[in-house]
């Protein structure tokens, strides 16, 4: 189909216009999913872990199909790919950390604390969030947010800014379970982890997901 991926382009907007620019509109929603099933893959080769046979039989059999059937047979594996994956980093922190959870359990207070340092260094787009919440001290206006992610980010990057908005609800709610000493929900550290590594529509969709997992369990704590 094409012999580009996500890789080889600096950000998500380079590969997206790539895409709208050589491939014909009819291919182009099967060729973004290739690219997201690619990434994927390389996820498993920075971690020298072989991309599980299942995933790649199922590869080799969607390529046979045709469209509209190809691509929306792609979509569904790649969400199983993404909770393939979601899976093996929960099994890989667990495995390093049972050992010490088994001598000193760790409280809900650290746990949450631990995903917020570990966001603020590794998670660009929080980090952007932490840096301008501490400059402003607690004088949040919209617009100077709007203003300084832009600038940051680029006026372009649309899915990239929507995307650290939606660190300030994720900010938000941590805090919150923070404060009151609330267990995460099951999965979530490790969700959050691999969060920002995501492109693409899997990026928003597992965003929201998490966000409103949050919140669901903030509210039956309000009410209870």
């Known amino acids: 189909m094409n012999d580009k991926t996500p890789s080889d382009f600096h950000n998500h907007d380079e590969w997206l216009s790539y895409v709208r620019e050589n491939i ?16 994927f893959r390389s996820f498993y080769a920075v971690r020298e872990q072989t ?5 790649a039989l199922e590869l080799e059999r969607i390529r046979t199909l045709r469209e509209p059937e ?11 790919i993404l909770a393939g994956l979601t899976k093996y980093l929960f099994d890989k922190v667990r495995a390093k950390e049972i050992v010490a959870d088994a001598i000193i359990p760790i409280s809900p207070t650290k746990e949450v604390q ?11 787009y929080f980090a952007l969030w932490i840096v301008f919440k501490s400059c402003v001290r607690g004088n949040f ?3 100077s947010w709007e203003d300084y992610i832009r600038k940051e ?9 929507a995307f650290t908005h939606a ?11 923070l404060d009151r000493n609330l267990p995460l929900p099951k999965y ?9 590594y995501l492109r693409g529509p899997e990026r928003m969709l597992q965003t929201r997901t998490l966000v409103n997992t949050l919140a669901a369990e903030t509210e039956a704590c309000a009410s209870a």
């Open 167 to 177: 660190m300030v609800d994720l900010d938000k709610f941590l805090l919150y379970f």
């Open 188 to 196: 979530f550290f490790e969700r959050c982890w691999f969060l920002h």
């Open 51 to 55: 991309f599980p046979t299942e995933f």
């Open 141 to 143: 206006d919209a617009q």
């Open 70 to 80: 190809r691509t929306s047979k792609l979509e569904t594996l790649n969400q199983r």
């Open 114 to 124: 631990h995903l917020l340092d570990y966001l603020t260094e590794k998670n660009p």
């Open 24 to 39: 014909p509109a009819t291919g182009q929603p099967y060729a973004l999913a290739c690219g997201r099933t690619e990434l």
């Open 153 to 161: 980010l680029g006026p372009e990057s649309e899915d990239d800014i």
